[in-house]
């Protein structure tokens, strides 16, 4: 089945404001036996040494996206004639001429999959690919009792205001792709559950200490691409907004409360209800007041003992907020979703 394959004259180039460009490059090939148009791409790719993600031989930002074949229908023995075009872009993520947009069904679990990775490097096998990532900034609101500045939030009697005010805090979301070619039920039981050792996030470089990442969703959906059956899953992380504000140390998803109640040690009684009037542990004497129970809850330093926050006297060291680290959330080795 001799073929002889020769280029023509009539190549395409298209470039437009953003740089995309795209280019063709044409073919004529001739068979002395008749082959089916599958048979004929094959035969011009293994002579040319075009394949998909081949780069262009005049500019290597130029990848190949597309080869087609059309017979022609006036073709006959003893030279069955084929129209061959390869098409080239340097935009393979989006815009250009062939790039993978990702139709069908599972169009969205293929259409990102190695997005960003140089054409010629990309893996053709899909459970053999690396991983996904995808970063994107948002807020979340959470209780404080504290501004960023580290003022409490009290009001003009010094007491804290109810209920807590909120903010909107800076956090993360990490989108995370991967193949399996079984379903990896097993990771649905750590939904919800934060990370127990410092992780870094591969590709993005993304680095956190313990507790600062939640398990928070994972999506898995079968795929045929390639000869290839395998599933598609998806996790999603997201950074904890907790800091103390006290100490400006990052939480994460550890949970800083304020230590609060209505009952407090004393130098004279042992825990108990603390009633309007009594004195505070950073007070001088104490104030008028009607010596009914408190019927909002006060600050209580780390010892449990009733304290004015924001006080000025000279016991101003057990002036501030006092916070309790809580950890709502069960942890485990989140390095499980990468290996």
Known sequence: ????????????????????????????????????????????????????????????????????????????????????????????????????????????????????????????????????IKVSGQTMQVSLRQDANGKPYINTAGDPISPAPTRAVPTVKITIGRNYLICPGNMFQHIGKINNAEITIPIANLKYPAYGLKFATLDAEPVYESGISYWRVTYTLEQGPNRNYQTGEYKGWITPAASMGRRALSFSFPVHVVVDGEKARNEFAASTGTGQPLPEPIFLDKDGFYIKVGDSSATQAYAVVHYIDFQPDQAFNMMELFN
Request: aromatic share 6%; proline share 6%.
């Open 1 to 132: 089945m001799p073929v002889t394959i020769s280029e023509r004259p009539d190549s395409t180039d298209s470039v437009d404001a953003r740089l995309i460009r795209n280019v063709s490059r044409n073919y004529d090939m001739h068979s002395t036996t008749r082959m089916s148009a599958v048979a004929a791409s094959l035969a011009f790719s293994v002579d040319q040494n075009i394949y998909i993600n081949t780069v262009h031989p005049d500019l290597n930002t130029l990848y190949c996206s597309t080869i087609s074949v059309t017979e022609n229908v006036n073709s006959a023995e003893p030279f069955h004639h084929y129209s061959v075009s390869a098409s080239y872009t340097n935009n393979f993520d989006s815009g250009g001429a062939g790039t993978s947009g990702g139709g069908g069904s599972a169009g969205g679990a293929t259409a990102g999959q190695q997005q960003g990775t140089p054409p010629d490097q990309r893996v053709d096998n899909p459970v053999l690919r690396p991983v996904d």
